[in-house]
Each structure stands twice: as structure tokens, then as C-alpha cells.
């Protein structure tokens, strides 16, 4: 069984940048597909970034394209999410999971480890 720590947020203004990092424990990272979804207050959780288990397929969620970057580095059983150019409405609680396997990034409900999310608050 994985477990997944999430560490990086904190507060910031618009405009700046924080980098997430996922570490993970358990069965080997390397064969994980990585997601980060996010939940701001009173919203549904979203999906931000997925990433396949080799690093070589990435997906985005529309309203943090070109502004996030999601990475991994196997070596260190780590995933990342770098995010700049932060705005107030990225203010949510950012959580990592993890799956074996393909499928959709997407979908929430194909991942298989979560953790306990890491909260982010961007100030105007």
C-alpha cells in the first residue's frame, strides 16, 4: 500500500509561485501514474496536472495551462507541482494521488492512494 505526503503550499501573493511535492512510500513509485486535484471552499475537487509512471505523458487541467508544471523524479520517489503565475482562484487544497496503471488522468475515482492534501492560499 502507498502513502503520499503532500509538502510546498503556504501562503502567497498573486503572482507568485510555489512548487508542491508529493513523496511517497509503499509499493514502487516508479510504477505509479501521479495526479494533483485540488478542492477551494465550496468548490468540487478539480483535476490540475497527471503524469505518466515513465514522466513521458502529461495532462493539464484548462484553467492552469501554462502556468503549472507537474514532474517526477523516480530516483527520489517524488512527484512535483510547480506553480506560477499564481491567482486567488487557485486557492484550494492541493492533493496527490496515485494509481498502477493507465487510464484517465482525470478521473478521481481510478485513483487508488490520496494523501492527506497540503493547503494553498493565494492573496490578491
Known amino acids: 500500500q502507498a502513502q503520499l505526503v503532500e509538502s510546498g503550499g503556504g501562503l502567497v501573493q498573486a503572482g507568485g509561485s510555489l512548487r508542491l511535492s508529493c513523496s511517497a512510500s509503499?509499493?514502487?513509485?516508479?510504477?505509479?501514474?501521479l495526479g494533483w486535484f485540488r478542492q477551494g471552499p465550496g468548490k468540487e475537487r478539480e483535476f490540475v496536472a497527471g503524469?505518466?509512471?515513465?514522466?513521458?505523458?502529461?495532462a493539464y487541467g484548462d484553467s492552469v495551462k501554462g502556468r503549472f508544471t507537474i514532474s517526477r523524479d523516480n530516483a527520489k520517489n517524488t512527484g512535483y507541482l510547480q506553480m506560477n503565475s499564481l491567482k486567488p482562484e487557485d486557492t484550494a487544497v492541493y492533493y496527490c494521488a496515485a494509481r498502477v496503471g493507465g487510464g484517465s488522468f482525470q478521473r478521481a475515482d481510478e485513483y487508488n492512494y490520496w494523501g492527506q492534501g497540503t493547503q494553498v492560499t493565494v492573496s490578491s
Open positions: 509503499g509499493r514502487t513509485f516508479s510504477t505509479y501514474t
Open positions: 503524469i505518466s509512471w515513465s514522466g513521458g505523458i502529461m
